[in-house]
């Protein structure tokens, strides 16, 4: 399974920036894909996950009402709106995937999840 993230870029603080993630090769078991970021000199955090068959989706207390995970139907691929972006969300963005089955508390770990896309760079200035 291959990932490819894009959407990254320099926004003003309060801005918005779209990051998709789309799968390629053996994707029938996708479980879930989600979204983690990582910031100089910090470990990698969970952001968003979505579960497919059930639709649910998680987000890190952070991020809650600001961004948003959903599914591009036609693929295996997830989209991640992100509003009014703080300083603090400036980070290398990653997407991810996971064909086991996992809680919601699992999901959270980046270990839990089995292919990670490359990264795309989000800087949010003051």
């Known amino acids: 399974v291959q990932l490819q993230a894009s959407g990254g870029g320099l926004v003003q603080e309060g801005g918005s920036l779209r990051l998709s993630c789309a799968a390629s090769?053996?994707?029938?078991?996708?479980?879930?894909m989600g979204w983690f970021r990582q910031a100089p000199g910090k470990e990698r955090e969970f952001v968003a996950a979505?579960?497919?068959?059930?639709?649910?989706?998680s987000y890190v207390d952070s991020v809650k009402g600001r961004f948003t995970i959903s599914r591009d139907n036609a693929k295996i691929a997830v989209v991640l709106r992100m509003n009014s972006l703080k300083p603090e969300d400036t980070a290398v963005y990653y997407c991810a995937l996971v064909n086991r089955r996992g809680t919601g508390v699992e999901l959270r770990e980046p270990g839990a999840w089995d292919y990670w896309g490359q990264g795309t760079l989000v800087t949010v200035s003051s």
């Open positions: 979505l579960t497919f068959s059930s639709r649910v989706t």
């Open positions: 090769g053996p994707t029938r078991s996708t479980y879930a």
